[in-house]
């Protein structure tokens, strides 16, 4: 039995001319599906590519005959699937309002920008970290919402007026948007300060950095992001040493003292607070039957509250004022009269810069051996006393110290008569 032919069907289609002559025979295949072959000449050979569809095979042979008219080479022809791939592609670029030419250009630059990054990870990062999302703030009116802020805490009306003073002189040199305030900008605003020392610098970074800090918790600056301020350099402190004031020193001091100025240098020497936190204190956080003075949290430095041990002689000196009320400080000027103290009781050299309180730590080490326990008391750690407060001083100097008691006759007759009285208006 004879195998049964193709059937040809009318219909054959030329496309070009010349060498570039390309035919389309259809067919309809033995299964009964239609084949359209299209045939050409090429390199010396007779070349066929067959398709189902008449207008794929119409158009594939288009491309042939324009290749051969051309000269290009083998291969070049695009396909049905290059064709749904491309109107793909175009139906992708056009919900976003672009050509696809203008696409592929853009997505190359991109590509070359980022290098190894891939661009979704760089598209995000940028998303994160955009400034002009951020709330407009200039510097100085963060600085004002900060101080004012601090008003609102309660915090001390010294450490307002300091943060106040800082970052008015900070805003004057550094203005603009927070947001844009770069590292460098702050660090040269830093070491700009020439009259300063290296203490004073770090105070002032200090306060522009609880700035800055304020300004992430408001949204003004990106909050997963260490802020400028932050990543600024601090300035390195030379190591200097103490002075602290001898058991003999001490008493000339408190019985030389006025009523108004003795009880900081008591409280001070033998409880180690600090001038600061005392003159917060009110004669009602002594407490006199528990045996220690309560600070409370807002009225610390550290914000933490902290119970300091009464000592013997400590409630001694201030005896007179155990049934007093109301701050414990009544001056502000505390100063001046420290420093007409320690002319009055010929220490030499004058008033000692926190000599009152190096003393206490010194002594107090001494007598405990207990440094960690020091620590809690005076609200330092550990480190700081080792590295800053710790003066050698023996265990004999130490009992001498808070054996330190007032005279038989106390308080004597004339003690509130030694504060210069103010001259009367005219």
């Known amino acids: 039995m004879e195998p049964k032919k193709r059937r040809k069907t009318k219909g054959t289609v030329?496309?070009?001319?010349?060498?570039?002559?390309?035919?389309?025979?259809?067919?309809?295949?033995?299964?009964?599906?239609?084949q359209n072959t299209v045939c050409w000449k090429e390199g010396g050979r007779r070349r066929m590519r067959c398709f189902a569809c008449m207008d794929e095979a119409k158009m594939v042979a288009q491309q042939i005959s324009v290749r051969l008219t051309n000269g290009w080479s083998l291969g070049d022809e695009v396909t049905r699937r290059d064709i749904e791939i491309l109107r793909y592609c175009e139906g992708i670029v056009r919900k976003h309002g672009v050509e696809l030419v203008a696409a592929i250009e853009e997505w190359a630059s991109a590509r070359k920008t980022a290098g190894p990054i891939p661009l979704a990870d760089a598209v995000r990062y940028y998303a994160a970290n955009r400034s002009d999302l951020l709330p407009a703030k200039t510097v100085a009116q963060v600085a004002e919402e900060f101080v004012e802020s601090l008003r609102c805490k309660g915090v001390s009306a010294g450490y307002v007026s300091n943060s106040k003073l800082h970052l008015k002189g900070f805003s004057a040199k550094v203005s603009g948007e927070i947001a844009d305030v770069t590292v460098a900008a702050v660090n040269g605003y830093l070491a700009g300060l020439k009259t300063l020392g290296p203490v004073s610098k770090n105070g002032i970074r200090r306060t522009i950095v609880t700035m800055f800090g304020f300004a992430k918790r408001q949204g003004y600056l990106n909050p997963d992001r260490k802020t400028a301020a932050e990543q600024t350099e601090t300035f390195k402190q030379q190591d200097t040493e103490i002075e602290i004031f001898t058991p003999e020193e001490m008493g000339r001091l408190l019985v030389t003292a006025h009523a108004r100025i003795l009880p900081l240098l008591a409280i001070g020497a033998f409880a180690g607070i600090r001038s600061a936190e005392i003159h917060r204190l009110h004669w009602e956080d002594i407490k006199w039957d528990r045996g220690h003075i309560e600070i409370a949290g807002k009225k610390a430095k550290t914000a933490a509250r902290r119970l300091v041990p009464l000592p013997e002689n400590l409630k001694a000196w201030l005896m007179?004022?155990?049934?007093?009320?109301?701050?414990?400080?009544?001056?502000?000027?505390?100063?001046?009269?420290?420093?007409?103290?320690?002319?009055?009781?010929?220490?030499?050299?004058g008033w000692r810069q926190n000599g009152l309180r190096h003393s206490f730590i010194s002594y107090?080490?001494?007598?405990?051996?207990?440094?960690?326990?020091?620590?809690?008391?005076a609200g330092n750690s550990p480190r700081m006393?080792?590295?800053?407060?710790?003066?050698i001083v023996t265990e004999g100097d130490a009992k001498a110290w808070f054996s330190i008691m007032p005279p038989e006759v106390w308080p004597p007759a004339d003690w509130r008569l030694r504060f210069p009285k103010k001259p009367k208006a005219a």
């Open 14 to 34: 030329i496309i070009g001319r010349g060498a570039a002559t390309v035919r389309i025979y259809p067919i309809i295949r033995k299964n009964g599906y239609p």
């Open 320 to 349: 007179p004022w155990r049934e007093a009320t109301g701050p414990i400080v009544p001056i502000s000027d505390t100063a001046g009269a420290l420093g007409d103290v320690a002319v009055k009781a010929k220490i030499p050299g």
């Open 364 to 377: 107090r080490v001494a007598e405990t051996g207990d440094v960690p326990r020091t620590a809690l008391e």
């Open 385 to 391: 006393i080792f590295r800053h407060y710790r003066e």
